[in-house]
């Protein structure tokens, strides 16, 4: 559950339409060969189509877009990951 601060915040974002049915959003990640993690789909299926306005330009929250913008690099329904990214699991200070 989102803080009240978030959830005041998110109240003042657009939202536009997004996949947020957690099976789909599963299956999009499973068939771009990423792992899956609940805790990711999760956080998709909350809060995936926000739009965050930063100055002249808006980020669009999510893994993946339904319709990019056609000057984006995205691919419909397709995660853009570092692959190069380590996972990280337990305390690696130990």
Request: charged share 15%; hydrophobic share 35%; aromatic share 14%.
């Amino acid at each position: 559950m989102p803080s009240s601060r978030l959830g005041k915040y998110l109240h003042t974002l657009e939202r536009l339409p997004a996949i947020t049915d957690a099976t789909t959003v599963g299956e999009i990640i499973e068939a771009s060969g990423l792992p899956i993690y609940e805790p990711v789909i999760e956080f998709h299926c909350k809060y995936a189509g926000f739009v965050q306005p930063y100055g002249r330009v808006k980020f669009i929250w999510g893994l993946f877009h339904e319709f990019p913008h056609d000057y984006s690099f995205f691919k419909p329904n397709q995660p853009h990951c570092n692959q190069n990214l380590q996972v990280i699991s337990g305390n690696e200070n130990t």
